[in-house]
């Protein structure tokens, strides 16, 4: 049974600081990303070959592979999501803190991709947990990952923080799709 937590709360400086003071707390957030990868597929090879050398997605102030959800600001969920990973891809969203962030990296976990009409695919990560930017490919190249990093710290650059924005967020998760019990000994399936 899911128990309703208290709306997070931003700090009073957040809540009041004048619009300069925002705009360098939005730099430091939008420069210091701790990424939790959720590589289901043959995407998430390519999410580990964007944060190699070549591509060094380190160097826009990405952090890749977060100890755990409790210490990551964004979450790349690359592959096929399956009903039955579908509640894992949500416990760990809920355990992330706010202000979170989530990419969907590929054509599987935009809608499911070539694997959409198969019974026991979810059409696209945003049906779980909200998605802030869909970067598409089957798979995509590394650089379009680079691409939606670079999409969402704009995104994060423009973004007012408040307990009323993170408070509208928390709103928009809860109205994707919920998870329901298995009934009967079934599979867990989105509702």
């Keep these: ?14 809540e009041a600081a004048p619009r300069p003071l925002r705009l360098v707390l939005n730099w430091g957030r939008r420069y210091s990303l701790w ?8 995407c ?3 999410f ?4 190699m050398a070549r591509h060094d997605f380190i160097r826009l102030g990405v952090i890749p592979f977060a100890p ?40 599987c976990s935009n809608s499911g991709g070539p694997y959409w009409d198969s019974y026991c695919v ?16 089957c798979p995509p190249r590394p650089e379009a990952l680079l691409h939606g990093i670079l999409m ?14 993170i408070a509208r967020r928390r709103t928009a ?4 799709r919920g998870l329901v019990a298995p009934d009967a000994g079934g599979p867990v399936r989105p509702a």
């Excluded at 990424?35 to 043959?42: E, H, M, R, S, T």
């Excluded at 969402?152 to 924005?165: F, N, P, R, V």
């Excluded at 998760?173 to 994707?176: D, V």
């Design 1 to 14: 049974m899911p128990v309703d937590l208290p709306a997070p709360r931003v700090g009073a400086l957040a």
């Design 44 to 46: 998430a090879i390519e």
């Design 68 to 107: 755990g959800p409790r210490q990551a600001d964004l979450m790349v969920v690359s592959g096929t999501v399956t009903d039955k990973m579908a509640p894992a891809i949500r416990r760990l969203y809920d355990q992330m803190p706010e202000p979170k962030y989530v990419i969907s990296f590929g054509a």
């Design 35 to 42: 990424v939790f990868n959720f590589g289901l597929a043959c």
């Design 152 to 165: 969402l710290q704009q995104k994060i650059a423009d973004e007012e923080l408040t307990g009323a924005s």
């Design 48 to 51: 580990i070959a964007a944060s």
């Design 173 to 176: 998760a809860s109205l994707t």
């Design 122 to 137: 979810t059409k696209g990560v945003d049906q779980l947990i909200p998605a802030d930017v869909y970067v598409p490919g």
